[in-house]
């Protein structure tokens, strides 16, 4: 079973920033495009940041320009950066790893932000 392992969610005032990290078995996260998705309560989860294995990235319109996705090859680990978070950035946070129809998550980390 693959493990994808996070870490570094947290509360956070309006404003301020937090990082992500997600380690991932390195027999998979060479090839794998790697992504961070959230869940808020109530709601469905969404699509926060995609980062292929050549580092393009994709980021969704909500995050443009607040959020950043990197990936560390020598690590197995890619991160998100996330400034100016606002109260509805609430949310589980989940890692995600995917190739063709075959994907694994991550157990979840809690990002809070209020004041």
């Known amino acids: 079973q693959v493990q994808l392992v996070e870490s570094g969610g947290g509360l956070v005032q309006p404003g301020g920033s937090l990082r992500l990290s997600c380690a991932a078995p390195?027999?998979?996260?060479?090839?794998?495009?790697m992504g961070w998705y959230r869940q808020a309560p109530g709601k469905q989860r969404e699509l926060v940041a995609d980062i292929a294995s050549s580092g393009d990235t994709y980021p969704a319109d909500s995050v443009k320009g607040r959020f950043t996705i990197s990936r560390d090859n020598a690590k197995n680990t890619v991160y998100l950066q996330m400034n100016s978070l606002k109260p509805e950035d609430t949310a589980i946070y989940y890692c995600?790893?995917?190739?063709?129809?075959?994907?694994?998550w991550g157990q979840g980390t809690q990002v809070t932000v209020s004041s």
């Open positions: 390195g027999s998979i996260f060479s090839m794998y495009k």
């Open positions: 995600n790893a995917r190739l063709s129809f075959v994907q694994y």
